[in-house]
């Protein structure tokens, strides 16, 4: 029984990590359950033991991309070195988990008519946010983000990322979705500090 365990858990996770390089290239919309298990190598029978639909896989995906982000996160916060260096982990990290990342994805995500997966991702982001706001407000406190900052202001902002993301005039202005993700990380954690 352990190994069969163990080898639908290994299934689960080469069908997450297959899902994520068709998701992230071509959108969620444009791939098949039938294309997910052709690059997992996984039958659709051990695909369908494991998720009811593409939008259960995306949810995952989704999921498991936002905890590791989050991990992520918390680690260069308790790191004991000046927030500005913590500001520069943090924007190196976006980079990477930002990497390759295609206007098809982003659009499906917020545009897109999976609403399981719109309410998923909103309760993500709103757990997410408040923690991130605690220790923004510490950093305030000690002088390490600008005591002037409207921190609901800072959440609205953080808020609205997802708009500017979809937003076809300032997605023209980049030739790949990376490059004008990373601009809104630089522009927003540059612009909080002293």
């Known amino acids: 029984m352990e190994s069969k365990v163990k080898l639908q858990l290994n299934s689960k996770q080469l069908l997450i990590r297959a899902a994520k390089e068709l998701f992230w290239e071509f959108g969620i919309k444009k791939i098949s359950v039938e294309e997910i298990c052709q690059k997992a190598e996984i039958s659709k029978m051990t695909f369908y ?10 949810i ?5 991309m936002a905890n590791q ?10 790191l004991h070195i000046p927030f500005t ?3 520069m982990h943090m924007i190196d990290q976006k980079s990477a988990n930002t990497k390759g990342i295609s206007k098809a994805f982003i659009s499906d995500i917020y545009l897109g008519n999976s609403e399981g997966l ?15 706001m605690k220790y923004f407000a510490i950093a305030q406190e000690t002088g390490e983000i600008r005591k002037d900052l409207n921190l609901q202001f800072l959440m609205y902002m953080m808020n609205d990322i997802k708009a500017k993301l979809t937003d076809k005039n300032l997605g023209a202005m980049y030739p790949k979705e990376e490059d004008l993700i990373m601009e809104l990380t630089n522009f927003f954690f540059k612009g909080i500090l002293p």
């Open 69 to 78: 982000s989050m991990e992520e996160f918390r680690n260069i916060m308790n």
């Open 118 to 132: 719109r309410n998923a991702l909103d309760k993500m982001q709103g757990d997410r946010m408040e923690e991130i």
């Open 49 to 58: 033991r494991n998720f009811r639909n593409k939008g259960d896989i995306a």
């Open 85 to 87: 260096e913590k500001v």
């Open 60 to 64: 995952e995906l989704m999921e498991q």
